[in-house]
């Protein structure tokens, strides 16, 4: 203190002569009174730093101030960096006070600090109005930074305000506040939605002024619903000439939302005014989903239609994320059921089909069968159930697929097809899934009724597989580890691979499950999909005589004849006699001798001559071969049995072939 005093007495006699310089006679010169100026302006502001050091000392002495920051000397508090460091430190134990005096006394020492120290204390008293003056002197509103958005200093604000934002939710959502009357709240709410004045005393309108803001943007019903005061729909304006309609509605009690939000009212209302004008909209749709408010954060982000890609971040994600996705879907239900005046509708729906968009792209199919439900979006419903389909391995959970795919698709047929919104991208759930893209294009492509046959078909394929699995298990499974195998064909038909079992595949695959079916002897079902799928019939049944031949020694003749008879009639002579020959020589190149002769037996059903001839000639029958090419006169048909003949070393046939050769020659 005695220090302190002799300072003021050297300051006090300091500026008394540059007072007598100030005041000579004669004037002094201008280079005098300059340095005369100046140093009057270094000995105020020597009075108040000495008044800052004294306020620490006495600090000090009281023990409210632990200690100055290290190696603090009265020269420091002209070093804005260490003049900073005391700021800090008072505004540490509370000396809100004498740090403003410091910042307005020292050069370059922010002041903006201490306003947000002293406005975060107010904060936490309750005093609610003097928080925002305090707030109001050291950030920028969201507005005027997006206008001012050029300059470094308006930079550095917007850097300082999200900071300080920060602060501020953190501390309303931390210290507790007095409770608010939330009838009077819903009276109001009554009021406000009418557009009637709402009658109250001056005390009663600055204490909401204080608790909610001044922000006219904020309507009463967002505040409401945050407070949980109504949990239905809020009612419209009514007309005057709904009368007693309107009355009946105001009658009727409202149902109390159970609490969610760990805030008090006012708290909460405190926040929603900060970040409404001071933080981004990412801001405040992170704050109303910490505490549960989506149907705040659904209107808020349709009302100011914020872009789609930050809805899918800042709100669709999050409640997928916490497993809140059914409060999500309420919200947006209430929007697409309100009356189109409301304008919210068709903003809506552009946001269900960007998420679906969304969905799509990231392959997540059974989310987006629950989006396209809100979309009611039938026919790409069936789409995407198809592609789950394809992507599922289970045999059973497959069919369950389908069998909604079917329903989706009907449901499309019988009811108007929403169109693609402009303003958002139209919605392909074409590449969901690596195991279905390559069909997704063909099958978003297709017609509501193409679309339904093609299902209807792959029901009744898959379930034919199955049939024909569990046979082949039953029959292959005996003795005592019976059990135990049809156990394990059982879990192996049921984990067979989904693109080898689908029709929505491309056209080899359809071709092969075809043959599969011709070979398991379904003949009607296979058929059925080489005519709706415009299959290549000869080719098909070509093959599947070829794998009966290979796959079936005992019985492959007669399961041969089976499918020939089913055949028969369904092509042209000329393919049949192609099948015939193929199957022939699938016959006899076996080595048994009875698939031989039944491979002989099958040459008489070839309606073309010449083609007899050759099937003779794969049987090995080179005299029936032989006769039959003289009685066609064939020259070229000797030639070609007189060349097997040679091969397989048979002389008499060769001999019967140079003569009659021999013969056409003379």
């Known amino acids: 203190m005695l220090i302190s005093s002799m300072m003021q007495e050297l300051l006090r006699y300091a500026r008394h002569k540059f007072d007598s310089v100030l005041s000579a006679s004669p004037p002094p010169s201008a280079a005098s009174a300059a340095r005369a100026q100046h140093g009057l302006a270094r000995c105020a502001t020597g009075d108040s730093h000495l008044a800052v050091l004294h306020g620490c000392v006495q600090l000090l002495g009281n023990g409210q101030l632990a200690s100055l920051p290290s190696g603090f000397a009265f020269a420091d508090l002209s070093v804005a960096s260490r003049a900073r460091e005391l700021r800090d430190a008072l505004i540490e134990c509370d000396r809100l006070r004498l740090a403003a005096s410091l910042a307005a006394h020292c050069a370059e020492v922010e002041p903006q600090p201490v306003d947000v120290a002293a406005g975060l204390a107010l904060l936490r008293a309750g005093r609610y109005a003097d928080a925002k003056a305090h707030f109001e002197l050291c950030m920028q509103p969201a507005a005027a930074a997006r206008a001012n958005n050029s300059s470094r200093s308006a930079l550095a604000l917007a850097d300082h305000t999200a900071a300080y934002l920060d602060q501020i939710v953190e501390t309303l959502e931390a210290a507790p506040s007095g409770s608010v009357d939330e009838r009077?709240?819903?009276?109001?709410?009554?009021?406000?939605?009418?557009?009637?004045?709402?009658?109250?005393?001056?005390?009663?309108?600055d204490s909401a002024a204080d608790q909610f803001g001044d922000d006219s943007s904020m309507s009463a019903e967002a505040y409401l619903h945050a407070l949980h005061v109504v949990a239905s729909p809020l009612p419209s304006t009514s007309s005057p000439s709904s009368g007693s309609g309107a009355q009946h509605q105001q009658q009727q009690p409202r149902r109390r939302a159970a609490p969610i939000s760990s805030l008090d009212s006012v708290r909460l209302m405190q926040c929603v005014f900060y970040l409404r004008r001071y933080g981004t909209p990412r801001q405040l749709l992170n704050f109303w989903l910490r505490h549960c408010l989506i149907d705040d954060a659904v209107r808020y982000a349709l009302g100011a239609r914020l872009p789609?890609?930050?809805?899918?971040?800042?709100?669709?994600?999050?409640?997928?994320?916490?497993?809140?996705?059914?409060?999500?879907?309420?919200?947006?239900?209430?929007?697409?059921?309100?009356?189109?005046?409301?304008?919210?509708?068709?903003?809506?729906?552009d946001y269900i089909g960007a998420t679906c968009q969304w969905l799509s792209e990231c392959g997540a199919l059974t989310l987006l069968v629950d989006w396209l439900q809100l979309a009611g979006d039938w026919h790409r419903l069936g789409v995407c159930c198809v592609q789950l389909f394809l992507a599922e391995t289970n045999s059973a959970i497959q069919l369950r697929y389908l069998e909604q795919a079917k329903h989706y698709v009907s449901e499309s047929l019988s009811r108007p097809r929403h169109p693609p919104s402009p303003s958002s991208p139209h919605d392909s759930a074409a590449s969901a899934v690596s195991a279905a893209s390559a069909a997704s294009a063909g099958i978003e492509a297709m017609s509501g009724s193409e679309l339904l046959k093609l299902i209807t078909l792959q029901s009744q394929l898959s379930r034919a597989?199955?049939?024909?699995?569990?046979?082949?298990?039953?029959g292959g499974s005996s003795g005592t580890g019976s059990s135990s195998s049809s156990r394990s064909n059982q879990q192996q038909q049921q984990q067979a691979a989904p693109a080898a079992l689908s029709l929505f595949g491309p056209h080899g695959h359809k071709c092969a499950l075809a043959e599969q079916l011709l070979v398991a002897n379904n003949f009607e079902l296979a058929f059925q999909i080489m005519h709706e799928c415009r299959l290549p019939v000869r080719d098909i049944c070509q093959q599947a005589v070829c794998k009966l031949a290979l796959a079936s020694k005992?019985?492959?003749a007669t399961r041969i004849n089976d499918l020939l008879r089913n055949i028969k009639g369904t092509i042209d002579d000329d393919d049949w006699d192609l099948v015939v020959e193929a199957a022939i020589a699938a016959l006899a190149s076996s080595d048994g001798g009875d698939d031989v002769r039944s491979a002989e037996k099958l040459v008489g059903k070839l309606v073309g001559p010449e083609r007899r001839v050759i099937g003779y000639l794969r049987c090995g029958k080179l005299k029936t071969a032989y006769l039959t090419a003289v009685k066609l006169n064939s020259r070229p048909l000797v030639m070609q049995i007189r060349d097997e003949a040679q091969r397989t070393d048979s002389r008499s046939v060769l001999e019967l072939c140079q003569k009659y050769l021999a013969q056409q020659l003379d």
């Open 554 to 556: 005992r019985q492959a």
């Open 184 to 205: 009077q709240l819903a009276e109001l709410h009554a009021c406000l939605s009418s557009g009637a004045a709402v009658p109250q005393p001056a005390a009663a309108a």
């Open 465 to 474: 597989l199955m049939s024909s699995h569990a046979a082949s298990a039953s």
């Open 308 to 349: 789609a890609t930050l809805f899918i971040e800042a709100i669709v994600r999050p409640t997928i994320r916490a497993g809140r996705q059914p409060l999500l879907f309420s919200a947006l239900r209430q929007l697409l059921d309100a009356p189109p005046a409301g304008g919210l509708g068709a903003a809506a729906r």
